[in-house]
């Protein structure tokens, strides 16, 4: 889908991150025209897309980020440059709508947000030196993160839907590790980015949350050990924390969902949370 795009990339850049099913091979003698770049084992996605945002020339404007596993419209990076063109220069990420195997299409009107799918996305390379990834969290979150990290730097994020994506996974199959990881870096997230009154109630809320999706998924033992790592891990949250104001706990989409389980009437008027 790339090769077939009506504005024609000037780069295009893979990182095989430790395959072994011959991908490597197969790019280098079909593809020639791609900059491949191989690690020698799994690093995890927000290593391997590290490698990639580093990559990118500094002549280049804007990037395209997609996954291996994606479909996109033959006129999707021309969408995104006339985009770009027309947004002020604080706007660094362009968020499309994505539709996945058991996830209908977002289908949202076109805004600023505070975060963005990791899957499909593309971002202005002015700002390539924010374009980084926690390592630490290896998979899951990393988006939200970063995204608190540009917002904090006063950048903007745009959910455009106009380009639009088939995502092939399937996000709501969940196994142990993927719980494990989704689990232990919902709660970095939470304390490396919002100030103690949110990191309060972010860990309250997430709790039944996170535990119901693991219920859910069989995988109820992984959530635990989620937990145990995320405790463990706190020393690293709070040696890498910034807080970043727009994050609240006002943002749970789930805590409408989550109030009447909890017995909370209303959480901003709680004592314990004032």
Not at 100 to 125: M, P, Q, V, W
């Amino acid at each position: 889908c790339i090769a077939k795009q009506t504005y024609k990339a000037r780069t295009v850049i893979v990182v095989d991150n430790g395959s072994s099913d011959g991908t490597a091979d197969m790019i280098k003698k079909e593809f020639p025209f791609v900059k491949l770049y191989t690690l020698g084992k799994n690093t995890g996605y927000a290593k391997g897309y590290n490698v990639c945002f580093q990559k990118v020339p500094e002549y280049i404007d804007y990037v395209v980020v997609l996954d291996q596993d994606l479909s996109i419209e033959n006129n999707y990076i021309e969408k995104i440059i006339k985009k770009f063109g027309a947004e002020p220069e604080s706007t660094v990420i362009l968020a499309g709508d994505v539709k996945e195997t058991r996830i209908k299409s977002l289908d949202l009107k076109e805004g600023y947000t505070k975060s963005f799918h990791g899957s499909c996305f593309a971002y202005s390379n002015r700002y390539k030196k924010h374009m980084n990834y926690p390592e630490e969290f290896f998979a899951h979150t990393c988006e939200a993160d970063l995204s608190a990290r540009l917002l904090n730097r006063g950048l903007k994020i745009l959910y455009y839907p106009r380009i639009k994506t088939i995502h092939k996974r399937d996000s709501a199959k969940r196994d142990s590790f993927r719980i494990f990881l989704e689990t232990r870096n919902a709660f970095w997230f939470i304390w490396r980015n919002c100030d103690l009154k949110n990191s309060t109630i972010y860990s309250l809320v997430f709790l039944p949350v996170l535990y119901s999706k693991a219920s859910k998924s069989e995988q109820v033992p992984a959530f635990f050990r989620g937990v145990v790592a995320a405790v463990a891990g706190l020393p690293y949250c709070i040696r890498t924390r910034e807080v970043c104001t727009q994050i609240t706990y006002r943002d749970i989409s789930d805590l409408k969902k989550i109030r009447p389980l909890m017995k909370i009437v209303n959480l901003e008027k709680n004592r314990f949370l004032q």
